[in-house]
């Protein structure tokens, strides 16, 4: 009989361990020759320059970056599809990366190219157009009490971010400079991450856990119907459009590091949902895991599959993420019978 | 003691009027049912007494104060809700049963009572989606007693359940009912003979009449209350055992 | 190479043998095309197809437009419609109502005909007709000699088959593959493309350009010439309306636009320079297209001198001192140049060694290590970055570019674009990379 009765530390034992692994490996492996031993050595505190400034400066802050946007993306995918109750739900679906595309296209017209406490302006740029593309989707939907139907969000999003496309492709067409540099950044991924990105993202991670966690319960009871969460005092109209700004929020400046990434919102808290069950808590930390461990190992796949230079992480992850996404379809159609 | 009144209630979906400047008084503890053929509106009149749909006509108070004045919160610890559909959620029995105890943010309180009183010992651990229906039920009633409130509104809760469970489920209702008001909103006549002290019969956006089970089964108003039609009526009265004579 | 012989035949089938095969009784012309190349070349793209009712212009993709007008014979005498037939085969053809008088241009060549009367001039040499000219079902008939006399071309007649080879001044397969043919010298021309533009300002034809993409930014006039939309979604409509005599296409159109535009009967060169001799064939046969040849082959000598020049200090650089370059086009990712493409073929025309060579794909997106290990001798910035971005990046200090300064920012358009300024390019990079003498 099927059980929920899975003691949350038997599940992080493995998990963590994975972690770790992928952890070293990212740290060991690269173009540049630093076997395990030189790893610990550089990480004790030893080692010879060159190997400290590629462990320390290159290939920590790079795991570190796709450690923090992996478990974002698992979080705020989490989020999403708890709210809709629709496991099909990633995090841009309300169209937080056309905002930042947009935002890209705006930042390349403006001629922006320096930096602000490390992080490229540009980036800003993009995490602001999100910012606002959020918050003015929760501000329309509440103008017109349309919290109570989620398929009005839905809509919402999906119209704003087609005419946030709608404007970009008309900044993209009508200057070359952005038609080539808006391509380039859709490439971004992890290639250049550096420690303050990851600095940035600590935040909006720490902060969305400690939220779910709280709430966990909520989303619990939220889970089974509004109704129920409504009897039992859950004030929807406020709970629903929190959780979409921390989900989106969250998601938003992962793009700001990592630019867009497919599947990995998608597929991870499907994967965490099999190990761990639906309760929120345990799900969310697993999850989190998940996240943390699956994207620096895509991460290491897209630098490692050709010698000496990279596959964009999206073609990686759709790659994989694709094929799942299918047999999950199948798997809910079937299960509707 | 507690309360529910209602006095001269109207509600309508658009143009479409449901209920009709509806009144309808409950002072004593007790399984109450409101019975009513399928769109007549019961289900509409627990969703505004719980605050999720609003009321713009009529007054309501619960325990003798006004609804309009009640937080969510408060609604939260005053009245217990059960809706008809049961949810479809691989959450452990326990993780359920402690819901009751959300509006009042204290963990743990009284679930182990409820799971002793509920004989659910064996099985707290396991999964909702792995029990049967009736035993589902006995977990989401095992929420109502945690949450132990004043009034208890329940729909059709006797949907889908086989004769055992719905005895079981019938016997919780009474159990309820002597602490709460346990207002339940159904169809089915012969549980509602068992179960209930009061029947009130929703017809027409109106509470049409008000009596015990026996009287209003045999009184000839439910024919009209149920729609049964002329040709139907005698095997109406076979099939529910009412003797029309007596 | 270019003197493709097109034979236009026109067969005629006399009415009694058509009775055999037909019961009905009228006469029936078919007159259809017959091809004779010289043995160099392949078949044209044009093919004019001639039948009872009407005539088609056919291309060999099939696409084929009918003209609205009936070929025939009398006495003997081959008559074909005079506006159709000239302006089909890219003449021009005015008619001036006050004397009647018909001015026919056909490239250089110039003729001249009027109304009611029996004779004609072409090219200086009058023509004399059976009898006077006339206007049948409002199309000027035309004695198929006098029309050859104008083309300079070559009038065969046998029995019942009249046919002329006339000569084309442009006929090459573009990079498409496509015949692009041309009669006469084209002075209305659309470039699609920012380094074709360079291309026909640097052999002076700059005033016939009637059209531009909205990318060519080079000389500064060309920005002040009417724009067509970008070369990936040019408006088809407008290139239309300024009927172009042909469209100079580079890299990255679209071939859907491409065939509509054919579709339209327009004309059309496309082409796909990879390498710096790529650019001299382009040069050449804009030159030759637009009748400049002396022009483009003065300015390929020129280019040609600029390049030899360094190839020969080049030569005498052993493969020791050579140096180590890192170009990067993008910075957030780090992207490079791979092998096929104009940058790379610089950097080794420059002597020097692309540490991106060996990478997969154009555009190959790079990680620091990668660098770092390669230590280059000297960094290219070519869109994004600054000097001090560089610099700060981690690990980068060890570079032997970043210790020596030798970091450049350029203009990408003269490393990528590939117009006659690539010369530039290359002379840049030889100074980067070794200095000035």
Redesign the interface.
Known sequence: METTNNKLKFLLIPLIFIFAVIFLLSLSVGDINTPLKTVFKVLTGNGDALSRSVIIQIRLPRFLAAAAVGSMLAIAGLIMQTIFRNPLVDPYFLGISSAAELGISVAIMLGVSSTLFGISIMSIIAFSFSVILIFGIVKIARLKNFLESKIAIVLLGIAISYMLSAVNNFLIFYKKDIFIKSTFWALKGFNTANISEFLFAVPFLVAGLIYILFNAKKMNIYLSSDLTAHSLGINLSKFVPLMLAVSALIAAASVMIAGSISFIGLFTPHIGRLIAGEERKKLTIVTLLLGATLLPAFDLISRTVLPSQEIPINIITALIGAPFFIYLFFRSKNAQH | MHSINIKGLCFSYGKNNVLNNLDLEIKENGVYCLIGKNGSGKTTLLKILIKFLPHKNGSISINEKDLTLFTLKEISQTIGFLESEMPNIPLSIEEIISWGNFPFEKADRQIQDVVNELHLENMKDKNFLSLSTGERKRVLLGRIFAQSPDIVLIDEPFNFLDPKYKIEVSLLLKKLGEKSIVFIATHDIEAVQFVSEKVFVLSNGKIQLEDTPEKVIKSSFINKAFDIPKSLRKKFEQFYHIDANS | MFEIRMKLAIILLKETHMKAIKKSVFVILIISIIFISLPTTSTSNYQFDYSTDSIYIRDTLNNNFMLPYKPFIKNNVFLIPLRATVESAGGIVEYNKEDRSILLKYGNRTGKLTLGKNTGIAENKTFIFAEKLFVINGRTAIDIRYVALLVNGILNQKNNSCSITFYPIFNEKDALHHNTTLYTEPHRIISLGANITEILYAIGVDDKIIGVS??SDYPKDAKNKTQVG?FF?PSIEKIFALSPDIILIARGTPLSVIDKLRALGLKIYTSDPHTIDDIYTLILAVGNITGNMEESINLIKKLRGIENNITDKVKNIPKANKKKIYVE???????SVGEDTFVNALIEGAGGINI?KN???DW???????I??ENPDTIILL????KT?IEK???WS?INAVKNGEIYIEDPDIFERPSPRILNGLTRLYEILYGND
């Open positions: 909205n990318f970008g979604n086009i993008w910075n957030n990712p780090q992207i991106t990478l997969k794909g190959p997106i790079v990680n620091s290590e990668y770092i290990k869109y994004a970055s600054t971005d990046r981690p690990g060890e």
